[in-house]
């Protein structure tokens, strides 16, 4: 029996990113997808700034900006709604309803900025990092079954020729999406409105010029043929769009080209439907479109993530988003557990942290839904909070962080961002070179000890503690105009976590910093 660290079910967005994250921690995985490859449809239209930050640590940037070269805004692919693409349309934001003055203070959080890249083409490079990090993807290969004992995980497999196997790991990531089968094998039950309609998507090769009149657009949120229909380009042509609807009452899938000239309200539109998985010929591929989020992250050795544990609207990238960073959360803890640094309880902040902000995210991402897609019944049932703050400003309450409020905290604004336990440690620039280093650029491996210009008693209290607890641990020493940022004097020091966040702070010295720090990391790594 073939055995494993860690196997993957699910080889989209969220389970190749799972394998990249796990790979940059020296963990290997094996992802297993049903499909015989990658849907071709983009799904995410683009990532915002804080999910390229995540990528950035696993060193993609340069590779995603080659594929979605433009350092473009959200602002720069223009949303709209109208009833017809033909008809008039109101211009929108994906990010919200914040002004420029929010997207600019925004734009000094983060060395990142938006990338325009199709779903599709992010999940080739990723493929391409998971298999150069030690990762395996598999294609064309279906979980069939999944047992589960106190020490691993044994999964049954069928792969594209039928053939089967049984493989044993120590923990399984489901990554399955909405429709997946792990989350119902384990019983989690979900919270939240549900599903509201099921959508059908295409690719299509038609000349929308007539409709458009020279206006461009990012994504068009339509009433025709139905609530809930979507048109965007898939390249510069002009002529390659994906479309997605729900389905239209008393329509059937014989003709979805009519789906289309109703949509773009040309009724003798020439339409040529392309195929969205290479090899399978024109098909037309349905998702659930609903707002719900798991009881449960975690079964035993099973965590879930991505879609498999909150189904979301996809507006705004907040579904994206949520996902990348539920992966991120887990890798590096899974590593700390299975490198033998850290007690497996570490595993259960997992679903304490992520799960909270899944809740916030998605009654973010139905508000955003209802507005652009004005769904029937469903109308806006709370305010749009500042997309800068929902994507920077929450805070982490688990064991794994030290000093955070007993609530969690209220989002911060990005200028509010001072490392405060909990929150995602500030950026600032530490370099001027023409590819400037940022402080982010220090987390994503170990665990970060940041101490001030006279913190050597901390340094050497983490050197310590490090060594007898055989935690990977680097430590950084910061200048007084780098340290005041941190909320740090002199003397003070920052525990800094692989995800970026907080673990612990000490603005100032302490009497005894050996059994502080030591005490501060067998708590983070529940020893």
Not at 2 to 19: D, W
Not at 225 to 250: E, I, V
């Amino acid at each position: 029996m073939r055995q494993l660290p860690v196997l993957i079910v699910g080889g989209s967005l969220t389970g190749l990113s799972a394998a990249v994250f796990l790979g940059v921690h020296g963990v290997a995985s094996l992802v297993v997808e049903r499909r015989d490859a990658i849907l071709a449809h983009p799904k995410l239209q683009g990532l915002v700034p804080r999910a390229m930050e995540l990528y950035r640590q696993a060193g993609l940037e340069p590779e995603i900006r080659a594929v979605a070269p433009t350092a473009a805004s959200a602002g720069d692919l223009v949303s709209v709604r109208a009833r017809t693409l033909a008809d008039e349309h109101e211009p929108l934001t994906e990010a919200g309803d914040e002004d420029e003055g929010a997207a600019a203070a925004a734009s000094g959080a983060s060395p990142c900025a938006f990338a325009p890249i199709r779903q599709d083409e992010l999940e080739v490079l990723l493929g391409e990092r998971a298999r150069g990090l030690g990762g395996l993807v598999r294609y064309g290969t279906e979980l069939t079954g999944l047992e589960q004992d106190a020490d691993g995980v044994i999964a049954r497999l069928r792969g594209p020729d039928g053939t089967t196997e049984t493989v044993r790991a120590l923990y399984v990531i489901a990554a399955d999406g909405a429709g997946g089968s792990v989350r119902r094998e384990l019983g989690v039950g979900s919270t939240g409105p549900g599903t509201f309609f099921h959508m059908a998507t295409l690719h299509i090769r038609a000349d929308l010029s007539e409709a458009l009149r020279g206006r461009g657009i990012g994504m068009a949120y339509l009433t025709e043929p139905a609530a809930g229909t979507t048109l965007g380009p898939l390249d510069a042509t002009g002529r390659h769009w994906f479309f997605a609807t729900s389905r239209p009452p008393g329509s059937s899938t014989t003709d979805p080209a009519s789906w289309v000239r109703a949509a773009t309200g040309l009724p003798l539109l020439d339409v040529e439907l392309l195929e969205q998985v290479p090899g399978s010929g024109p098909q037309v591929f349905t998702f659930p479109v609903g707002a719900r989020v798991a009881d449960r992250y975690a079964v035993g050795r099973v965590f879930l993530a991505g879609d498999a544990a909150h189904l979301m609207p996809p507006t705004g990238g907040l579904g994206g988003l949520t996902a990348v960073e539920d992966v991120h959360n887990l890798a590096w803890k899974l590593a700390l557990v299975l490198g033998g640094s850290a007690h497996p309880a570490l595993l259960d902040t997992y679903e304490t942290e992520r799960r909270p902000v899944a809740v916030r995210n998605m009654g973010q991402a139905l508000a955003r839904g209802r507005t652009r897609w004005q769904f029937p019944g469903h109308e806006r049932d709370e305010p749009l909070l500042d997309f800068y703050a929902l994507t920077y400003g929450y805070q982490y309450r688990s064991t794994a962080v030290q000093g955070a409020p007993d609530d969690g905290g209220p989002l911060l604004p990005v200028t509010a961002l001072s490392a405060a336990p909990g929150s995602r440690a500030p950026h600032i620039y530490v370099s001027q070179d023409a590819d400037p280093l940022s402080t982010l650029d220090l987390y994503g491996k170990e665990l970060v000890l940041l101490v001030g210009p006279d913190g050597d008693p901390w340094a050497e209290a983490g050197a310590r503690a490090a060594g007898l607890l055989g935690a990977p641990l680097e430590t950084y020493h910061l200048d007084t105009d780098l340290a005041r940022p941190h909320g740090l004097g002199d003397s003070g020091a920052l525990l800094v976590r692989p995800d970026g966040f907080v673990a612990w702070r000490s603005a100032g010295a302490r009497a005894d910093p050996d059994a502080v720090f030591e005490q501060v990391l067998r708590t983070l790594l529940q020893r």
